[in-house]
């Protein structure tokens, strides 16, 4: 299952890195102070201009109903938040669960060639544009997920990943949401259910390897290939987590940034909710 994550653009709307911007339907009038904030909450969405003829006409032809509706979006999000956080999920964790003698992860492990997995020779007369396409099709049948990172980008992001270089991301799950923990070591991120962390520490396994190729950079990309342990997470939430790492390091999102500097130099200040709440910011109307 090839998924090119820096094309999902639907999910990663809020994210400057698309050029996108968030337009405010002028036909939408206001009435009562109740309403406006209704709206005010709404706008905030980085989904709402995609709705924004639809509320619109929802708010006058039945503004009683639209009211109605904000409070319980707003109720059902306040009893998630209330939930505790899924600790273990129905799936079998027997492969996390189970410690191993070394990690692959280890700080002195040789890091991963793209010659191993690419013959970069038959490229090099290649435009980037035409790379990325050979590359997307490499990966089309294939159980994971990748992308091609445009080089500017890449330099923001592993900077962000030398200065924070271990950060946690929530997953929702069916109970709630389950923690993953990822550790940044040179051009490769790993990503480690915080429950298997607590259990076994340094021994921890991995359930996600996104690894950052840049033989290609005099291109202008670099190549990104994550590989997942399919007992542990689904094409999707692998995506998940490989959205969120990119929307908090590449850098545009300032309130994103600060939860990266508190976590790694202000720990007493940091709110595992306030993670829970930047990802629900990007839920749908």
Request: glycine share 2%; aromatic share 10%.
């Amino acid at each position: 299952m090839a998924i090119n994550l820096w094309r999902l653009s639907s999910l990663l709307k809020q994210s400057k890195f698309f050029g996108s911007s968030i337009s405010i339907s002028r036909n939408i009038s206001t009435t009562t102070p109740s309403m406006e904030k209704a709206l005010e909450n709404l706008q905030n969405n980085p989904y709402y201009d995609k709705y924004a003829e639809r509320i619109a006409a929802l708010q006058k032809t039945s503004p009683e109903e639209f009211l109605h509706r904000i409070e319980e979006q707003q109720k059902a999000k306040k009893d998630e938040m209330k939930k505790k956080f899924a600790s273990v999920d129905t799936r079998q964790y027997s492969s996390v669960l189970q410690p191993k003698q070394a990690l692959e992860s280890d700080i002195s492990k040789e890091e991963k060639k793209l010659s191993d997995i690419f013959k970069i020779d038959l490229v090099q007369d290649k435009e980037a544009s035409e790379i990325q396409d050979i590359w997307e099709a490499y990966h089309k049948n294939r159980e994971v997920i990748s992308a091609t990172v445009p080089k500017n980008s890449y330099d923001v992001i592993q900077a962000n990943m030398k200065k924070y270089p271990t950060f946690l991301f929530p997953l929702p799950r069916s109970q709630g949401y389950e923690f993953i923990m990822s550790q940044s070591y040179g051009s490769t991120v790993h990503f480690t259910p915080l429950l298997a962390y607590q259990v076994h520490k340094e021994n921890a396994p991995e359930c996600l390897t996104m690894v950052h190729y840049t033989e290609l950079i005099q291109k202008g990309i670099v190549l990104m290939r994550g590989e997942y342990d399919k007992n542990v997470l689904t094409g999707k939430e692998a995506q998940c987590l490989a959205n969120q790492f990119q929307m908090y390091y590449s850098g545009n999102d300032q309130n994103k940034l600060k939860l990266l500097e508190n976590f790694t130099n202000n720990p007493d200040t940091f709110k595992h909710m306030d993670l829970i709440a930047q990802l629900e910011n990007i839920s749908l109307f």
